[in-house]
């Protein structure tokens, strides 16, 4: 059961990071960009299966032991108890605060989108509803992780599964950064060239 909640939160959290030089090249940014958005569906997709999967798993036990399964009884409800150390471990914390920078995050460059045209800003609009997507599904597993009576896992399991959470929010918060203030100079100098080139227009008399 560890192995799988591990492999779910790994799926989940496992975002393309971004390669050196991403933005250097103006004509490949689109392309680069549509590829980490479907590559980013397809772990939602197995997400969903994972936690699919792991919800039948318990039935399936339940289901097979029957007679026996009470004697282990005490045994898994004992994982399913959160240590109430880990609930005020400061990795929880770091993830609540992710969490809201990144929200926060989408929310201010999605009103720097709105000075460009619509046809300019499509492709970070919807990078910016997938990473909002993510978060949710995060908030959904911090809760599953630190409430009682929802995941079979040791301590060191847990404490390990949110370690791995909170990096790779890190790591998308970083990245989200990063595209969202270049993206912006981008369509800006996009945009200066266009008014550029109308202006040259005009002094020639071209339509």
């Known amino acids: 059961m560890k192995t799988v909640w591990v492999m779910v939160l790994t799926l989940c959290w496992s975002l393309v990071s971004p390669a050196q ?8 940014q689109t392309k680069y960009l549509l590829q980490q ?9 197995l997400l969903k299966k994972g936690y699919s999967i792991a ?17 282990h009884d005490d045994y898994f409800t004992s994982l399913k108890t959160v ?18 920078q990144l929200m926060t995050l989408c929310k201010q460059h999605r009103a720097q989108l ?8 499509r492709a970070q609009r919807f990078y910016l ?5 993510d978060v949710s599904i995060s908030v959904d597993l911090l809760s599953d992780l630190v409430t009682n009576g929802k995941l079979a896992l040791k ?3 847990r404490i390990g599964a949110l370690t791995d959470m909170e990096q790779q929010l890190a790591e998308l918060y970083r990245f989200t950064q990063r595209y969202a203030r270049e ?12 008014g550029s080139v109308s202006l040259m227009k005009q002094l020639n008399g071209l339509p």
């Open 83 to 100: 240590n109430p150390q880990v609930k005020r471990m400061a990795v929880v914390a770091n993830i609540i605060l992710y969490q809201q």
């Open 155 to 157: 301590d060191d399991g």
């Open 21 to 28: 030089g991403f933005f250097s090249q103006k004509k490949t």
């Open 55 to 71: 919800q039948k798993g318990l039935k399936t036990i339940n289901d097979i032991k029957q007679g026996d399964f009470h004697l």
């Open 183 to 194: 993206s912006v100079q981008l369509m800006k100098q996009r945009q200066t060239a266009m």
């Open 37 to 45: 958005i479907a590559e980013l569906k397809v772990y939602l997709e």
């Open 114 to 121: 709105g000075r460009f045209l619509p046809g300019d800003n």
């Open 129 to 133: 509803e997938r990473v909002e997507s």
